[in-house]
């Protein structure tokens, strides 16, 4: 179950992210409410990922999992460029969480 939550947590992650890119500096109300909603939620499923996870492997992957939907987000919903450099650097990202999933068993 921790590894779910884990994952929940990492959807919330990128939502709080996107939606303070869209709530432009925090000066409009929907977004500026998903992002309160989205931080509140993400850190709750990641402190109940830690029950049983180690936090050397839980938040390094929230992180890693944030980051790189955040990136993707960014490149399809928000037209952010995906540059040569920003895939290599996502692939590294999934080397690393890989190495982490497999270090915690």
Known sequence: MAWIYLALAAVFEVAF???????????????????????????????????????????????????????VLGWLWLGEALTPLKVVSVALIVAGVAGLKVSAG
Do not use: C, E, F
Not at 29 to 39: A, D, N, Y
């Open 17 to 71: 992210a996107v939606s303070m890119k869209m709530s432009d500096g925090l000066t409009r109300t929907g977004p500026t409410v998903v992002t309160i909603i989205s931080v509140i939620v993400g850190l709750w499923l990641l402190a109940l990922a830690m029950r049983d996870l180690p936090v050397s492997v839980a938040y390094p992957i929230w992180t890693a999992l944030g980051a790189i939907g955040t990136i």
